[in-house]
Structure formats: C-alpha cells, structure tokens
C-alpha cells in the first residue's frame, strides 16, 4: 500500500509504520523534487548572476560621457548615488577667461545638495550646461562634443 500521508508542501509521501513504500513512489517524489527545485534555480526573477553580484558589490561606479549641448541631462543609473562627482577630461575644474569663471567639475550629496550644476535624483545624476554666465560664473558640465566623467559613490 502507498503512503497514506503526505507532506504539506510538496505533497511528498510520508509513511506511516503500518504503509508498504512502492518504487513508483520514489519515483513520483523525485519528480516532484525535481520540477519544483529545477524551476526554482532557473528562475531568474530570485537569483542573479556571478557578474550581477559583482556589479552590485561595487562601491563606485565611474562611467563617461559625451556632452550633447543641452542646458540640462539626465543620466541613468542602476542605483541612487549618496554621492556623485562630474569633471570635464583633460580640462582644469574652474578656468577663468574674460572675467567670467567657467566651472568643468562639480559634486553632490543625496539629499544634502552640492555644487552648482549638479544634481542628485532616485536613480538620476543631473548635470547642467549654461549658455551664459550668471554672477560671472558658468557651469559647463554637458557641453557639445565634450568628454566627462561620472563618479557615483553607493
């Protein structure tokens, strides 16, 4: 005779003393265990890969980009930055030129601010490009063709 009780979960057989266990039974629970733990490793939605735990045990990530122009950027990442650093390539953080100081680098604090022209969003670093000066002061962290580089901090 089969087993008379089951487990709850995976309705697994469980024997009492007075059962007589059939081969067919071991069989039909290897199955079980099978399917259900074969699914349940390749389900990517819960598990993530080697180059996923790396990624994410990353305490900065640095990434570049090439300035488009526009007054304002937004660049995505897969994480809030509690800090973030912009510079321009090659270029000095401040160059000052006809009595206007044109600003090449900032940093922010999530949630604390930071220097002008940068900012800090769920997921977003935003960074900003200004045509003019204001106060004698100009931020230039997405200009056309320009090369920058963004350090995120975790």
């Known amino acids: 005779m089969s087993s008379s009780n089951y487990t709850p979960n995976l309705h697994l ?4 003393d007075s059962d007589r266990p059939k081969r067919a039974d071991f069989v039909s629970d290897n199955t079980i265990i099978d399917t259900r733990l074969g699914g349940h490793l390749a389900d990517s939605g819960i598990h993530v890969t080697a180059a996923e735990k790396a990624k994410l045990n990353e305490a900065v990530v640095s990434t570049v980009y090439a300035g488009s122009g526009e007054s304002t950027r937004s660049i995505s990442l897969d994480f ?3 800090l ?3 510079f321009k390539r090659g270029t000095p953080f401040v160059q000052y030129s006809g009595s206007v100081n044109t600003v090449y680098a900032a ?3 999530y949630s604390h601010g930071g220097s002008a022209g940068l ?3 769920n997921n977003v670093v935003t960074v900003t490009e200004q045509a003019s000066a204001e106060n004698g002061v100009r931020i230039s962290l997405n ?3 320009s090369q920058y580089t963004l ?3 975790k």
């Open 13 to 16: 057989n469980a024997w009492a």
């Open 84 to 86: 973030a650093i912009v």
């Open 119 to 121: 900012t800090i969003g």
């Open 80 to 82: 809030t930055p509690k």
């Open 151 to 153: 350090i995120a901090f």
């Open 107 to 109: 940093c922010a604090a």
């Open 143 to 145: 200009a056309s063709g």
